[in-house]
């Protein structure tokens, strides 16, 4: 059982950044893709970043450039760093591990997931 618990979020104007965290309860987290996913009211669920466990990262297009994960197996601690932040990029934003699909995670559901943290971007 892992238990991920989110934070960093908070209000930013466009342009501006924000640094994303997970911490994970245990180190089997190691054993997991990690993944950032992000949901703006009325609209679906949207995988952001993935990064695995031999640090290959993936991206969404929206994001990509802007964007970077990173995890700290020493810390057990995944991170998303957000640079030139748009308005279109507010929403809540939730760290998962261990992907049902490991090839896939940006599409795949989740056996962990954080509570959430908010992003507002303004204009």
């Known amino acids: 059982q892992v238990q991920l618990v989110e934070s960093g979020g908070g209000s930013v104007q466009a342009g501006g950044s924000l640094r994303l965290s997970c911490a994970a309860s245990a180190s089997t987290y190691r054993r997991y893709t990690m993944a950032w996913f992000r949901q703006a009211p009325g609209k679906e669920r949207e995988g952001v970043a993935s990064i695995n466990t031999v640090n290959i990262t993936v991206y969404a297009d929206s994001v990509k450039g802007r964007f970077t994960i990173s995890r700290d197996n020493i810390k057990n601690t995944v991170y998303l760093q957000m640079d030139s932040l748009k308005p279109e990029d507010t929403a809540m934003y939730y760290c998962?591990?261990?992907?049902?699909?490991?090839?896939?995670?940006?599409?795949?559901?989740?056996?962990?997931w954080g509570q959430g943290t908010q992003v507002t971007v303004s204009s």
């Open positions: 998962a591990a261990d992907a049902h699909n490991p090839y896939a995670p940006l599409r795949s559901s989740h056996n962990y």
